[in-house]
Every structure is written in C-alpha cells, then in structure tokens.
C-alpha cells in the first residue's frame, strides 16, 4: 500500500531538494495537498481515480474562485505527474480528465498618476521636516524603496531580496531574480531615481554591509514585505489618500503607464519578468479602458452643434 499522506511528504521534500521551489510556492502545494487528503476518503493512492477527482473538483467551485481553484488543480496535477514519473501509479487520474472552466478577467488595479506624485511627495517632505535622525532616514530608505518599485515594476519579493552587489549606480542597472530563479536585468531611467537611491545607499552603506541586502533596516536586518506594505500604508495615510495601495499596484501602473505611452509590449513583458506574453496582455485590457476618456475628450463630435 502506499500511502497517501507518505507519498505527499516525498513529494514536497522532491520539490524543496530537486526542483529548488521557492518557500511561498511549497507552501501552497502543503495546503492544498493537505486540503486533498482532508476531503477524501481513501488512504491508498491506487485507489484514487478520475471520478474522485472531479468530485473533489467540484467541491473545489463551491468554496473557492475560479482562480484559486486553478491553482489547486495545477498543484494536484503536479503531484500525480510526479507519482506518475516516479512509477508509484499505474493510471494517472488526470490523463483521463477534460478541465475547462473560463476564470473572469480581473483588471489589475492602476494608481491614479496624480496620488503617486502626492504619495512620494508625501515621504519626501517627511525626510525633510523628520524631527529626528532616525525620522529622516527611515523616509530616506522609504524613498528609495518607493521609487525604485515605481520606475522598474519589480515584485516586493523581488525588491526585498536585492542583494547590495544586484544593483550599480554608476550605470543604472539592476539585476533581479524573478520567478523561478530567471533572471533579469533592467535600467532606471530616471536621474532623480537614481541620485535618492544613491543617498540611500551612502547613508545606509553599514547596515547595506552587514547585511548584504540592499534594503535595510536601521538595525542592519533586511527588509521584509510586511515592512514594505507598513510603510506604504502609513504615507497613504499621512497623505490623506482614501485608495488602498499596495507594492503590486506600483507595478501594475508602471505597465499601464508604458503600454498607454506606446512601448511595445514585448519589452514590457521581458522588463516585467513575465515567462508568457498572455500574462502581459492583461495590461491592454487597462489600457483600452482608458479609451472612453480620451474619446469623450478628444473626440471631434463633442464640437458639433446640432
């Protein structure tokens, strides 16, 4: 016999060991792995079949949306693909499965350009009217992290794990390691980005070395994204801005924002660390919503007098 609940813990230790996955993505196969073996009956994986499948599935859509759903199936998938590999099941139950369901557009959510202004603006004067050291450079380093989510459209996870030998100033570039371990390099465009990010990292330049991470806090431990969304919550608030923001909408806006402006979306999907450019075409649908704006505005019917 074997056991299910065995099975799945080789399975994860597979995944950690061989396959290098990073801790948020082992994370999620533990939870719906466990949710699996909590909602099913049968402790001996050759007893599972395609039709316990599609009644878990099912069970699946009635407490989930569409796209969770999605994930829990791919990490099920890879599970049975792996006993598959490995010949621990003679039939794999998804060989015999036809799964399609439409999962709803959800347009990634934009930052209005006008609160982005009034949000660095915000941290900029707060480094300058700090009323002490410590105030001044905590806005220093909120600063430098803001900017730089905004010019390059990196992931917090991406942002937070900068190593201080991932980024030279002198040419403006940025190694980054996305997803999966690929890696990237992007160039800040921007002076004024790149001088505060300077600042930041001769003010910070001990704790940078203690730590090795870029982004610091004044303790020399690097900075978390919890630490990040802390921060970004707290400008929002002593600026007085009713949106909710948080670290991926700067990365949304810095695609809309390139999109809207005519950049090909290949560069767009190659300085986003997208493996797909379906992922990246999300943003066109952003884009064409800004259509009826423009049409109202521009449009020459406007003028007609009739």
């Given at each position: 016999?074997?056991?299910?609940?065995?099975?799945?813990?080789?399975y994860?230790?597979?995944?950690?060991?061989?396959?290098?996955?990073?801790?948020?993505?082992?994370?999620?196969?533990?939870?719906?792995?466990?949710?699996?073996?909590?909602?099913?009956?049968?402790?001996?994986?050759?007893e599972?079949?395609s039709?316990?499948?599609?009644?878990?599935?099912?069970?699946?859509?009635?407490?989930?949306?569409?796209?969770?759903?999605?994930?829990?199936?791919?990490?099920?998938?890879a599970?049975?693909?792996?006993?598959?590999?490995k010949?621990?099941?003679?039939?794999?139950?998804?060989?015999?499965?036809?799964?399609?369901?439409?999962?709803?557009?959800?347009?990634?959510?934009?930052?209005?350009?006008?609160?982005?202004?009034?949000?660095?603006?915000?941290?900029?004067?707060?480094?300058?009217?700090?009323?002490?050291?410590?105030?001044?450079?905590?806005?220093?380093?909120?600063?430098?992290?803001?900017?730089?989510?905004?010019?390059?459209?990196?992931?917090?996870?991406?942002?937070?794990?900068?190593?201080?030998?991932?980024?030279?100033?002198?040419?403006?570039t940025?190694?980054i390691?996305g997803?999966?371990?690929?890696?990237?390099?992007?160039?800040?465009?921007?002076?004024?980005?790149?001088?505060?990010?300077?600042?930041?990292?001769?003010d910070?330049?001990?704790e940078?070395?203690?730590?090795?991470?870029?982004?610091?806090?004044?303790?020399?431990?690097?900075?978390?994204?919890?630490?990040?969304?802390?921060?970004?919550?707290?400008?929002?608030?002593?600026?007085?801005?009713?949106?909710?923001?948080?670290?991926?909408?700067?990365?949304?806006?810095?695609?809309t924002?390139?999109?809207?402006?005519?950049?090909?979306?290949?560069?767009?999907?190659?300085?986003?660390?997208?493996?797909?450019?379906?992922?990246?075409?999300?943003?066109?649908?952003?884009?064409?919503?800004?259509?009826?704006?423009?049409?109202?505005?521009?449009?020459?019917?406007?003028?007609?007098?009739?």
């Amino acid at each position: 016999m074997n056991n299910l609940h065995t099975l799945i813990s080789n399975y994860l230790e597979y995944c950690s060991s061989q396959k290098c996955l990073d801790e948020k993505t082992l994370k999620a196969y533990r939870i719906d792995l466990r949710q699996f073996t909590e909602q099913i009956c049968e402790a001996d994986i050759a007893e599972i079949n395609s039709a316990i499948m599609e009644a878990h599935i099912a069970r699946l859509h009635k407490n989930y949306k569409p796209k969770t759903v999605k994930r829990k199936i791919a990490s099920l998938k890879a599970f049975f693909h792996f006993l598959e590999y490995k010949n621990l099941i003679e039939k794999n139950p998804f060989n015999h499965m036809q799964l399609h369901f439409r999962e709803p557009v959800k347009l990634p959510k934009t930052i209005p350009l006008e609160i982005v202004e009034t949000f660095l603006s915000t941290i900029y004067t707060q480094r300058k009217n700090g009323k002490t050291n410590y105030q001044r450079r905590n806005a220093l380093r909120d600063a430098a992290v803001s900017e730089l989510l905004f010019a390059t459209g990196m992931r917090i996870s991406e942002l937070c794990s900068l190593h201080s030998w991932d980024i030279n100033l002198n040419d403006g570039t940025i190694l980054i390691y996305g997803k999966g371990d690929k890696e990237r390099r992007i160039q800040i465009g921007n002076e004024s980005v790149i001088r505060i990010l300077k600042e930041y990292q001769a003010d910070f330049n001990m704790e940078i070395k203690q730590s090795h991470h870029f982004f610091v806090n004044q303790n020399g431990t690097s900075l978390s994204d919890q630490a990040v969304r802390r921060m970004i919550n707290k400008y929002t608030s002593l600026a007085s801005i009713e949106m909710h923001i948080t670290p991926h909408m700067f990365r949304h806006t810095f695609a809309t924002c390139l999109l809207e402006a005519d950049v090909d979306i290949r560069y767009i999907q190659e300085m986003l660390g997208h493996s797909s450019i379906n992922i990246t075409e999300i943003y066109t649908h952003v884009a064409v919503a800004k259509q009826r704006d423009i049409l109202i505005a521009k449009h020459p019917r406007k003028d007609f007098k009739i």
